[in-house]
């Protein structure tokens, strides 16, 4: 899932939240079972630089850890991108017929 959102008083960012299996113990060879780990990605540019800010946790732990990515989250000034209206020509809905084929 990904949302459109603004960091730092206005630049653009984009917040990807996200999940997927892990085996932290394969590499030790160590028999164990993977875990579901879940993630969020705040990208966005700052000057000439590409900045992804990366939170992930166990999925067991994602909500115990909210306080601490607040923080995080908090510091970068989060917040929710304003509404814009569609672009012109954009119909959007399944009924739309589509062509070039």
């Not at 630089?49 to 923080?71: H, K, Q, S």
């Amino acid at each position: 899932e990904a949302a459109e959102m603004q960091v730092l008083n206005g630049v653009p960012a984009l917040v990807a939240t996200y999940a997927y299996v892990a085996d932290p113990t394969h590499a030790s060879g160590a028999p164990d079972l993977p875990v579901v780990v879940e993630g969020q990605d705040v990208m966005f540019v700052l000057g000439d630089r590409f900045y992804v800010v990366a939170l992930t946790a166990d999925a067991t732990e994602w909500e115990a850890g909210a306080r601490d990515f607040a923080i995080v989250t908090d510091s970068l000034r989060l917040i929710d991108a304003p509404a814009r209206a569609p672009a012109p020509g954009f119909q959007g809905g399944s009924n739309t017929a589509e062509g070039g084929n």
